[in-house]
């Protein structure tokens, strides 16, 4: 559930509890309700509020979620650099798998292959810088 629907339906079970509170307490005073009423619709206030106090935790654990992803991706623009094809930590050599990054969002190393090729073990692709400018490759 994404946070503002679990907000959303916090607020909307603890509103209807607030409402049956009210009139349980206006039933009282008025000796309109019986005893075995009143502890029913306690009970059900009861569960209304943990309703909403577990949307509002599982709201709160995705806030969180987000938060991080957020802060991963922050790193990522302010921190690292795309060039020949690849990530780099920005003032390093030290090149990150773009598949990894984009698939898994997860940082992985690409291994060396010497001539400008960098391997990533995982995806089994090995990457090359783009030829320069006006360059054509052959294809035979």
């Known amino acids: 559930m994404d946070p503002l629907t679990g907000i959303t339906t916090a607020l909307g079970g603890l509103k209807t509890a607030g ?16 005893p075995d009423e009143v502890a029913r619709q ?13 949307a509002l935790n599982n709201s709160k654990d995705e806030i969180v979620r987000l938060k991080g992803e957020l802060a991963k991706l922050t790193d990522l623009q302010d921190n690292f650099e795309f060039r020949d094809n690849v990530y780099y930590r920005k003032g390093t050599n030290v090149a ?21 090729c960098l391997y990533c073990a995982i995806h089994k692709h090995t990457f090359e810088p783009p030829p320069p400018v006006g360059f054509a490759r052959s294809t035979y």
């Open 19 to 34: 409402d049956l509170a009210k009139s349980v307490r206006e039933g009282v005073k008025a000796s309109k309700i019986k």
């Open 42 to 54: 306690i009970s059900e206030i009861q569960d209304l509020i943990m309703d909403g106090k577990d």
């Open 96 to 116: 990150y798998c773009p598949l990894c990054l984009k698939a898994d969002h997860k940082l992985v190393p690409l291994t060396d292959y010497g001539d400008q």
